[in-house]
């Protein structure tokens, strides 16, 4: 069995404290869940506006080629990716495909809570970018449980329930000093 994963999501790497929210918050947990497995994870970060314009703009460009490297670097890791879909779904589909060239097994885990709804408000071809995200993927792990049914009465998926819950190692004390 394969010990080596390559993570793409958003992580919080290079954020100031009061910008990690939930996404990061849960994409570490995530992290910590496959360390503890045993599984070495290769994190790539998903590019993000919370280091300013410029900075999303290059690491939007620089990103695919470093799965590119880190693809060629690891012949056997898995990929895991963090779905926010909506706009970003052709972004994450493109970081799709590059693995899926590369032959790799794909997880496809479905966060933000919206996808039922933001599948059904667009266009034919990001639904069938969605679908063969879904259907392509050796898992889809799904944070609401309405995704696994919903996924089910439409494709053949191997779809997961992953609930979203805190891991208490990441409660801290308030802070007062969070932007918002």
Do not use: D
């Not at 970003?88 to 970081?95: G, H, K, R, T, V």
């Not at 071809?125 to 009465?153: N, P």
């Not at 805190?166 to 409660?171: K, L």
């Amino acid at each position: 069995m394969n010990k080596t994963l390559i993570f793409y999501g958003p992580t919080g790497k290079g954020l100031p404290v009061g910008k990690i929210g939930g996404g990061e918050r849960g994409c570490q947990r995530t992290i910590v869940l496959y360390e503890k497995l045993g599984v070495e994870v290769i994190s790539i970060e998903k590019p993000n506006l919370g280091r300013g314009k410029w900075a999303f703009l290059y690491y939007s460009l620089i990103t695919p080629f470093l799965l590119i490297i880190i693809l060629m670097r690891t012949p056997q890791a898995a990929v895991h990716i963090t779905g926010f879909y909506e706009n970003q779904l052709f972004y994450e589909y493109m970081i799709f495909f590059i693995s899926r060239l590369f032959g790799r097994k794909i997880v496809y885990e479905l966060r933000n809570g919206t996808m039922v709804k933001t599948f059904s408000h667009h266009s034919w071809l990001y639904r069938k970018a969605m679908q063969t995200m879904v259907e392509k993927s050796s898992a889809v792990l799904c944070q609401g449980w309405e995704f696994v049914v919903f996924i089910k009465q439409r494709w053949k998926a191997n779809t997961i329930y992953y609930p979203n819950y805190i891991m208490t190692s990441f409660i801290h004390p308030y802070n007062e000093q969070r932007s918002n």
